[in-house]
């Protein structure tokens, strides 16, 4: 198996990232998480290209993973108690890796680069928020030395809020 490599995506590879944000969505479906469930539109992802940083995994010639970035929060107005709120942030969304690419370290290699492009903006924090009910997921960033900092709730969900700063 090849190394994944990492990178933007333009709106020809949008449908094939969308693929795997809808596979992601139906194994959280299969585990009793319906957060994703149905995926997020396509149309939204689109408009994600040309206003954030959409990209993709790629192993061989196949799209195995996707995240977004952006300066901006997702969610202004609900802001939880960072540890460093006026520090600049690059806040992540959608970690999607796909479940037949699932376990073998694609997703903390993806936390690498989100690292790692965070640094590239001179970001001083990356800040995300994740089911809370998914302790699996959450026990993931835990271990990659995010702090969960509070709790936000988009009914019907309620999402612990991360972040981390950054050296």
Known sequence: MTEPRAGRIGPGEAPAVHAVLAACGAELARHGFRNW?????????????????????????????????????????????????????????????????????????CMGVVERRARELSCRAIRFDVLAANHRLRAFYERLGYEMRGERTRPPFAFSCYDKLLD
């Open 37 to 109: 469930d149905p995926p997020y539109p396509l149309d939204r992802l689109l408009a994600d290209a040309a206003a954030r940083e959409v990209w993709a995994v790629w192993r061989d010639d196949a799209i195995v993973a996707t995240f977004t970035l952006g300066a901006d929060p997702p969610h202004p107005a609900d802001v939880p108690a960072w540890r460093m709120p006026d520090a600049p942030a690059l806040y992540l969304g959608r970690l999607a890796v796909h479940p037949a690419a699932q376990h073998g370290g694609l997703g903390a290699w």
